[in-house]
């Protein structure tokens, strides 16, 4: 059973920083893309960052370009999204998806995991 469960939310103020990160088990394909979302009240699930199997390629939302970073440790499992200068537009609940294959998506619907999602809020 693929499980993928993110952590490090909170509440923070603007320009502050966080780390968020997303623990995967149960994934047995050889490759899969790693990406973060997010979902602000009464709006939709839109597109954050993605990063390839190997790490090579990544891919932001133009809000959060030079502000976030994608990376993943594929010996722990696990993938992260660095957060910098926090706005208070970055609320809302991130969570991490994953997709097989050799891609780097952007559309919620190619992705075939989903975690239960981390809450961020910026506020002053």
């Known amino acids: 059973q693929v499980q993928l469960v993110e952590s490090g939310g909170g509440s923070v103020l603007p320009g502050d920083s966080l780390r968020l990160s997303c623990g995967a088990s149960?994934?047995?394909?050889?490759?899969?893309?790693m990406a973060w979302f997010r979902q602000a009240p009464g709006k939709e699930k839109e597109f954050v960052a993605v990063?390839?199997?190997?790490?090579?390629?990544?891919y932001y939302e133009d809000s959060v370009e030079g502000r976030f970073t994608i990376s993943r440790d594929n010996a722990k499992n696990t993938a992260y999204l660095q957060m910098k200068n926090l706005k208070l537009e970055d609320t809302g609940v991130y969570f991490c998806?994953?997709?097989?294959?050799?891609?780097?998506?952007?559309?919620?619907?190619?992705?075939?995991?989903w975690g239960q999602g981390t809450q961020v809020t910026v506020s002053s």
């Open positions: 990063i390839n199997w190997r790490g090579a390629l990544t």
């Open positions: 149960g994934l047995t394909a050889s490759s899969y893309a």
């Open positions: 998806a994953a997709y097989l294959g050799v891609g780097i998506p952007h559309i919620p619907g190619d992705y075939h995991y």
